[in-house]
């Protein structure tokens, strides 16, 4: 089972920011935050991970509360290219444990 | 960097035919190579692990002898699905590992398989 619970779906308008949260309450200490998105039949992209600390890329911004049992991936100004099914996932760092498990992530529709 | 080829990108087959699926790491040699299957409207599915020269470890409920899967060098790993029925229609994609910690997997673009 996936250890990631995401909102079904959401809507975001155009040019504002979108704002996709992702519940990891069992996450531990070693374990890594992962977003991809997957646009329609098309493979997953790699958007931005992180550990404990915020991370910013050219893509996305995320944020990870102190107890990092939630995240938030951030899409500053979203365009229409952007809707896409989007996955949180987490994941050990360690070697030997390198499976990705997807959960049914968040459907986002960029509205013009 | 970090591209994750398929070939084909769609194929349809007659029923029993065998079909086999590249899956290629252009830019960074992957060690370990993952083959996921993907049905309408749902999530991705792992099936089986691949590491290169090593026998592949599959997924509880999929079968090796009718998903082969080689890994032959560290940029290619192979998928065939052998005496294809319309229940093995879906989107086969691959992923790469690229070793680095913390091992970031990056995605092919998929190949839609429509056995008729």
């Known amino acids: 089972d996936a250890k990631t619970t995401q909102p079904t779906s959401m809507d975001c308008a155009e040019g504002r920011a979108a704002n996709l949260p992702c519940n990891h309450s069992?996450?531990?200490?070693?374990?890594?935050v992962y977003w991809y998105r997957q646009i329609h039949s098309q493979g997953p992209q790699y958007i931005i991970h992180g550990l404990k600390n915020n991370e910013t890329n050219e893509m996305a911004s995320l944020i990870i509360t102190e107890a990092r049992k939630s995240s938030t991936l951030i899409l500053p100004h979203a365009t229409l290219r952007d809707t896409a099914v989007y996955y949180c996932?987490?994941?050990?760092?360690?070697?030997?444990?390198?499976?990705?498990?997807f959960g049914t992530g968040t459907r986002l529709k960029v509205l013009a | 960097g970090a591209v994750v080829s398929q070939h084909p990108s769609r194929v349809i087959c007659k029923s029993g035919t065998s079909v086999k699926i590249e899956c290629r790491s252009l830019d960074f040699q992957a060690t370990t190579m993952f083959w996921y299957r993907q049905f309408p409207k749902q999530s991705l599915m792992l099936m089986a692990t691949?590491?290169?020269?090593?026998?592949?470890?599959?997924e509880q409920g999929v079968e090796k002898d009718k998903f082969l899967i080689n890994h032959a060098s560290l940029t290619l790993s192979t998928l065939t699905v052998t005496s294809a029925h319309p229940e093995d229609s879906s989107f086969y994609i691959c992923?790469?590992?690229?070793?680095?910690?913390?091992?970031?997997?990056?995605f092919g673009p998929g190949t839609r398989l429509t056995v008729l």
């Open positions: 069992t996450i531990s200490g070693n374990e890594y």
């Open positions: 996932i987490v994941r050990p760092a360690t070697s030997g444990t390198y499976k990705y498990i």
């Open positions: 691949s590491n290169e020269g090593s026998k592949a470890t599959y």
């Open positions: 992923s790469a590992r690229l070793g680095a910690l913390p091992d970031t997997q990056y």
